[in-house]
Each structure stands twice: as structure tokens, then as C-alpha cells.
Nanobody, 115 residues
Framework: QVQLVESGGGLVQPGGSLRLSCAASGGIFRIIRMGWYRQAPGKERELVALIMGDGSTNYADSVKGRFTISRDNAKNMVYLEMNSLKPEDTAVYLC?????????WGQGTQVTVSS
């Protein structure tokens, strides 16, 4: 049974930093891309960042220059380093993995940016 488990969310003040981690387990293989989406209350789910197998990345305009995505292919893990956080970054952050067979989603981790 494939599982994606996120960690690293929490409460942080504006301007602060957080690092999210996502571990994929349960026999997942032939991963094409990994990434993070987020969903704020009353809003649609939106892409935050993606990273391909060759290391190339794609970011939402709203996080460019502040967030950095990375992955460890050997461990099937993906990370999101978030700096200069803003209140509008508050959301549930979901890990996403796309393989040759199907895509998978984590349960999400809450990130709250507030003073």
C-alpha cells in the first residue's frame, strides 16, 4: 500500500521559515515527478512546486524566490524549504507523486503564518 507522509508543518510568524518533508513508501516506483500543492480554506487546490526526475523544477509565481523544492531519489523523499513566509501562504500543504501508473497524494500538513 503506497503511502505519502508529510511532516514539518506548524505555526510560524511572518518572515519565518519552515521545511516540509514527504516520505513515499509502500513499493512506489518509476516516479516521474514529485511536488507540493496547497489548499487554503474556501480556495481551490493550487500548485506550489514540482520537481522532475532530472532535477528541473517549476514554481508558482507567488512562491518564486522564497520556496525551494528538492528530492532524494534514493529515499523517495521530497522537501519544500519555505522562507520569508507570508500570511497568504497559510494552507494545508499536500505532497504529490506522479508515477508511470498513477498519481498519489498525501493527507496534508497545516502551515499557518500568523503573528
Amino acid at each position: 500500500q503506497v503511502q505519502l507522509v508529510e511532516s514539518g508543518g506548524g505555526l510560524v510568524q511572518p518572515g519565518g521559515s519552515l521545511r516540509l518533508s514527504c516520505a513515499a513508501s509502500g513499493g512506489i516506483f518509476r516516479i516521474i515527478r514529485m511536488g507540493w500543492y496547497r489548499q487554503a480554506p474556501g480556495k481551490e487546490r493550487e500548485l506550489v512546486a514540482l520537481i522532475m526526475g532530472d532535477g528541473s523544477t517549476n514554481y508558482a509565481d507567488s512562491v518564486k524566490g522564497r520556496f525551494t523544492i528538492s528530492r532524494d531519489n534514493a529515499k523517495n523523499m521530497v522537501y519544500l524549504e519555505m522562507n520569508s513566509l507570508k500570511p497568504e501562504d497559510t494552507a494545508v500543504y499536500l505532497c504529490y507523486v506522479y508515477t508511470v501508473i498513477r498519481d498519489y497524494w498525501g493527507q496534508g500538513t497545516q502551515v499557518t503564518v500568523s503573528s
